[in-house]
């Protein structure tokens, strides 16, 4: 921030903007860190990179616990899935960001583009897949099949995190056989899990800046509002289309990070 209220209060409407926008987008299928982060970056260059992500994970966990609340309210969620799910994402997130503290993410940041082109390829060649919500599993199977994709995404969020959103979404369509807009629904209650795993973290260590957090957690919560008005109104399809231009930007992104220095 400049010591100019003018430029003071321009920078704030720009996070603020940005923060609608991630919880607008987070909400229909993940992927709102694509926007908030990078803004968060741009405008506090100086700040060191965990208080930044910190504060991101701050504003990200109220637009998350929002949307799921409001999915809850007229989705019906498949809470066998999503609570085991959820309580192995919480300890794996938490492993996962001890465990980047010893380990480099390195060969992560250069596999991620390519995980996420198939992903991509998978979901633009099946034009049905999670048109239809068509549950494959119950009992035990279904509850130790949650517990091993919460701790693996929660492990991978914790440790590096781009895309998780989408990761859920994808695996509860392709592996539990949801629709898109019930995938994105658990998703959520997961999501919100691994944000409340690497929070305790950041706040354990200092890393927040409350204030702007909070700030941008409102505007998070009115886009994260918006969004899943607009994936319950307009159904599954739409949920489909907005991940695929989600994931390729992911691609993008991931790819440029990867292998700019190159």
């Given at each position: 921030?400049?010591d100019s209220?003018?430029?003071?209060?321009?920078d704030?409407?720009?996070?603020?903007?940005?923060?609608?926008?991630?919880g607008?987008?987070?909400?229909?299928v993940?992927?709102g860190?694509l926007?908030?982060?990078?803004?968060?970056?741009?405008m506090?260059?100086?700040?060191?990179?965990?208080?930044?992500l910190?504060?991101s994970?701050?504003?990200?966990?109220f637009g998350?616990?929002?949307a799921?609340?409001?999915?809850?309210?007229?989705?019906?969620?498949?809470w066998?899935t999503?609570?085991?799910?959820?309580?192995?994402?919480?300890f794996?997130?938490?492993?996962g960001?001890?465990?980047?503290?010893?380990?480099?993410?390195?060969f992560?940041?250069?596999?991620?583009?390519v995980?996420?082109?198939?992903?991509?390829?998978?979901?633009?060649?099946?034009?049905d897949?999670?048109?239809?919500?068509?549950?494959?599993?119950?009992?035990?199977?279904?509850?130790?099949l949650?517990?091993?994709?919460?701790?693996?995404?929660?492990?991978?969020?914790?440790?590096?995190?781009?895309?998780?959103g989408?990761?859920?979404v994808?695996?509860?369509v392709?592996?539990?056989?949801?629709d898109f807009l019930?995938a994105?629904?658990?998703?959520?209650?997961?999501?919100?899990a691994c944000?409340?795993?690497?929070?305790?973290?950041?706040?354990?260590?200092?890393h927040?800046?409350?204030q702007?957090?909070?700030?941008?957690?409102?505007?998070?919560?009115?886009g994260?509002?918006?969004?899943t008005k607009?994936?319950?109104?307009?159904?599954?399809?739409?949920?489909?289309?907005v991940?695929l231009?989600?994931?390729?930007?992911?691609i993008?992104?991931?790819?440029?990070?990867?292998y700019?220095?190159?």
């Open positions: 921030m400049t209220t003018g430029e003071t209060m321009l704030l409407a720009v996070l603020g903007v940005a923060a609608f926008s991630a607008l987008v987070d909400a229909v993940g992927g860190g926007i908030q982060i990078p803004v968060l970056f741009s506090f260059g100086n700040t060191a990179p965990a208080t930044l910190g504060t994970k701050l504003a990200g966990i998350t616990a929002a799921a609340v409001n999915y809850a309210r007229r989705v019906s969620i498949a066998t999503a609570a085991p799910a959820a309580f192995a994402a919480f794996f997130a938490f492993f960001a001890f465990t980047v503290t010893k380990i480099p993410a390195d992560m940041r250069t596999l991620l583009p995980v996420l082109i198939a992903v991509a390829i998978y979901t633009f060649k099946r034009k897949f999670g048109s239809i919500h068509a549950p494959l599993h119950g009992g035990l199977k279904e509850r130790l949650a517990v091993a994709c919460g701790a693996g995404i929660g492990f991978y969020d914790g440790f590096f995190g781009p895309g998780t989408s990761f859920l994808f695996l509860f392709r592996l539990f056989g949801f019930g994105s629904a658990v998703a959520k209650v997961v999501n919100v944000n409340l795993s690497a929070l305790m973290w950041f706040g354990y260590s200092g927040l800046l409350w702007l957090g909070l700030m941008m957690a409102v505007c998070q919560v009115a994260s509002l918006i969004g607009l994936a319950m109104r307009h159904g599954s399809g739409f949920v489909r289309r991940f231009v989600v994931v390729t930007i992911l993008v992104k991931t790819s440029w990070d990867a700019q220095r190159w």
